[in-house]
Nanobody, 119 residues
Framework: QVQLVESGGGLVQAGGSLRLSCAASGIIFGIGDMGWFRQAPGKQRELVAV???????NYADSVKGRFTISRDSAKNTVYLQMNSLKPDDTAVYYCNADVSIFTNTRTYWGQGTQVTVSS
C-alpha cells in the first residue's frame, strides 16, 4: 500500500556531490519522521540523518557539515544533499518514513540506492 522509492545514487569522485531523493506513495494520511540510513559491506546499517515533521534535523557525527536532509511535505519526499563526499561514504543508502494510515502508524523502508565514492 505504501512505497518508498529512492533515486539519485551513483558513482562520484571524492570531493564531489550527490543528491538523493525518496518519494512516498500510496494511501497516506500523514508522515512523521523521515530519515536516511546507510549500510556499507560488512557493516551494520547506521543512521545518517533524520528530519521530523516540524523540520528538526539530526545527523551522524561523520556527516555533520557535509550532508543536509530536507523534506517537501506536499510531495511526501525527503532529500539528502551530500557534499564533500569521501570514500568512507560508500554504501547502500536507504530512506525510511513513519507513515500513518487511518489510526495506524508504521515505519516503511525504501529499496536502497548505491552510492560509490572513488578516491
Amino acid at each position: 500500500q505504501v512505497q518508498l522509492v529512492e533515486s539519485g545514487g551513483g558513482l562520484v569522485q571524492a570531493g564531489g556531490s550527490l543528491r538523493l531523493s525518496c518519494a512516498a506513495s500510496g494511501i497516506i494520511f500523514g508522515i512523521g519522521d523521515m530519515g536516511w540510513f546507510r549500510q556499507a559491506p560488512g557493516k551494520q546499517r547506521e543512521l545518517v540523518a533524520v528530519i521530523t515533521r516540524g523540520g528538526n534535523t539530526n545527523y551522524a557525527d561523520s556527516v555533520k557539515g557535509r550532508f543536509t536532509i530536507s523534506r517537501d511535505s506536499a510531495k511526501n519526499t525527503v532529500y539528502l544533499q551530500m557534499n564533500s563526499l569521501k570514500p568512507d561514504d560508500t554504501a547502500v543508502y536507504y530512506c525510511n518514513a513513519d507513515v500513518s494510515i487511518f489510526t495506524n502508524t508504521r515505519t516503511y523502508w525504501g529499496q536502497g540506492t548505491q552510492v560509490t565514492v572513488s578516491s
